[in-house]
């Protein structure tokens, strides 16, 4: 029978960097990534709901909150980051595990899966960011809100990265601790994670390749940009998006809706209880 961990948490080294993570619950093991800016506190609601029946382990990526920013780190890559996740997912073995990516989290989560297909058992992804560099014909291309744009052009990356969460109502959806947190990302997310959604585009021999077993999803109320990125990866990936209540942020604002369409999934593929070591 597995042991119940209950927000257990800390550092871990791995892929050459400390890494923070927090483990909820007992169960087939599920890896959250949060999306661009954030950490393990902007998906805790979703941990929480999933820990009711699964291992949950949700991480601070390289660099932002609670993960210190390594020496001399001046740039990252999708490949990086999919690298750090499947270290993570060695080195506290939970391996092969479930993936639930949100935003630029998915767009991880979907390189974890392409290129570390054994130790991924299946993946949710939720409302990808929307991606210019796949879809070079879009009908729209992201455009920070006007607040936002005020606040970069005065040089205030936190002010704008606070109109932004607001405007995606992540702002209120979360903890005071976890907006501070998110508010020191600001200038790391601008400098090294936002170009990613510039310059990423999944490979497209390894996704018609695929056999990892996969499920897009996006929100009732995502604005036609973001849904136009699920749309898409969907039909790379052959399979439909499906719908959960909420917006790009539901996984912090509708945690209850979001597992309703994850859960089935998640249970058909997570597999066996596993039990960190």
């Known amino acids: 029978m597995a042991k119940t961990k209950e927000d257990v948490g800390g550092l871990v080294r791995v892929n050459g960097t400390d890494i923070y993570h927090e483990i909820r619950g007992a169960g ?5 990534i949060p999306g661009g800016g954030g950490d393990g506190g902007a998906v805790a609601r979703l941990a929480h709901e999933l820990s009711r029946e699964f291992l949950v382990v949700a991480y601070d990526r390289r660099g932002l909150s609670r993960s210190p920013r390594p020496n001399d780190w001046l740039q990252t890559s999708m490949a990086e980051q999919a690298e750090d996740a499947a270290a993570l997912l060695r080195v506290l073995g939970v391996a092969p595990a479930a993936v639930v990516g949100a935003s ?5 989560a979907l390189e974890l899966l392409l290129h570390y297909p054994n130790l991924v058992r299946g993946a949710s992804l939720l409302d990808p960011g929307p991606l210019d560099s796949a879809i070079p014909d879009r009908r729209q291309r992201m455009v920070l809100p006007e607040p936002a744009r005020a606040a970069m052009a005065r040089g205030d990356s936190a002010a704008a990265f606070e109109a932004l969460l607001r405007d995606l109502a992540l702002w209120d959806a979360v903890d005071p601790a976890t907006r501070q947190r998110l508010l020191g990302n600001a200038r790391l997310f601008f400098s090294h994670e936002n170009p990613l959604l510039q310059s990423y585009e999944p490979d497209g021999a ?3 390749a695929n056999r990892v077993p996969v499920q897009v999803g996006v929100g009732n109320d995502t604005p036609p940009l973001f849904r136009e990125m699920a ?3 969907a039909s790379r990936l052959h399979v439909r998006a499906e719908t959960y209540a909420g917006g790009h942020v539901a996984t912090a604002t509708h945690p209850d809706g979001v597992v309703k369409v994850i859960g089935p999934f998640l249970h058909l593929h997570a597999g066996k209880s596993a039990i960190p070591g």
């Open 28 to 32: 087939p093991s599920v890896l959250l």
């Open 104 to 108: 630029l989290g998915a767009h991880v």
């Open 206 to 208: 390894l996704l018609r």
């Open 231 to 233: 749309e898409w990866l």
